[in-house]
């Protein structure tokens, strides 16, 4: 990859439905050569969806839990069913496995308080957990799906290609 890729993508995380002779413009390139280096994105792997963003509030589901896990067991029996849990509650939007004192973290968006307690319920049901603390969000300051785009991981087009 290299600087147009990085603009590209830059561009495409901000708006993913500008017109391809926009975005041939913005990065000094015709359109046809944009929508095929999209499309070897798209096929490596890097651009992996193209969705819309929502405003969970107005979508009702404004309450944003994060909850921290220790888990019960570290097997690969007890991970793979725990993953699997992850995968069939909605309610989670994102799952990490963690380094630390907790050893999974979760973003849960839900409708209320009483939509975390079903969901929580649920959650305990799935799999044996040794501690489960959740911290609720009172507003939010930041939320981006931007990536930071480093300069250091795109190649210099005007220099020699080492894998060339």
Do not use: C
């Amino acid at each position: 990859m290299d600087e147009v890729d990085r603009k590209l993508l830059a561009l495409l995380q901000q708006d993913a439905t500008v017109a391809m002779a926009e975005l041939a413009e913005q990065v000094g390139l015709s359109a046809t050569p944009v929508w095929k280096r999209i499309q070897k994105l798209e096929q490596a792997g890097v651009i992996v969806g193209r969705v819309a963003l929502l405003n969970p509030e107005q979508v009702g589901v404004g309450l944003i839990v994060f909850v921290a896990i220790e888990a019960h067991e570290h097997t690969p029996d007890w991970m793979g069913r725990f993953a699997a849990a992850m995968a069939s509650m909605p309610e989670v939007m994102d799952a990490y496995r963690m380094a630390g004192e907790v050893d999974y973290m979760l973003r849960v968006a839900v409708t209320d308080m009483g939509a975390f307690d079903g969901f929580y319920k649920r959650l305990i049901a799935a799999v044996p957990l040794k501690n489960v603390t959740s911290r609720f969000a009172m507003e939010r300051l930041k939320g981006t799906t931007a990536y930071p785009l480093p300069a250091g991981a795109f190649r210099d087009r005007r220099a020699p290609d080492p894998d060339a």
